[in-house]
Nanobody
Framework: QVQLVESGGGLVQPGGSLRLSCAVS????????MGWYRQAPGKERELVAQ???????NYGDSVKGRFTISRDNAKKSVYLQMNNLKPEDTAIYYC?????????WGQGTQVTVSS
């Protein structure tokens, strides 16, 4: 059974940066699309970023130019570098192996952007 463990969340001031990490157990990590989703209180879950097995990336409109997703297949890990954070980025961030609701999800890590 696959396990995904997120880390790196926390409290940061507007304009600050955080780097989220996700360690993934299981086989064939390099073959999977990996993604980060987020959900804020009272809002629907949304895609933040995805990275395919080829390294191709896709970002939600609200984070383009500020966030960068990357992966290290040797470490079976995926990362999300978040720069110029805004209060509206406050949410629980989830690491996902595969695609959306059909994928495998981690427990999430809280990111709070506040002064």
């Amino acid at each position: 059974q696959v396990q995904l463990v997120e880390s790196g969340g926390g409290l940061v001031q507007p304009g600050g940066s955080l780097r989220l990490s996700c360690a993934v157990s299981g086989s064939f990590f390099s073959l999977y699309t990996m993604g980060w989703y987020r959900q804020a209180p009272g809002k629907e879950r949304e895609l933040v970023a995805q990275i395919g097995s080829s390294g191709a990336t896709n970002y939600g409109d609200s984070v383009k130019g500020r966030f960068t997703i990357s992966r290290d297949n040797a470490k079976k890990s995926v990362y999300l570098q978040m720069n110029n954070l805004k209060p509206e980025d406050t949410a629980i961030y989830y690491c996902v192996r595969g695609l959306g609701s059909s994928g495998s999800w981690g427990q999430g890590t809280q990111v709070t952007v506040s002064s």
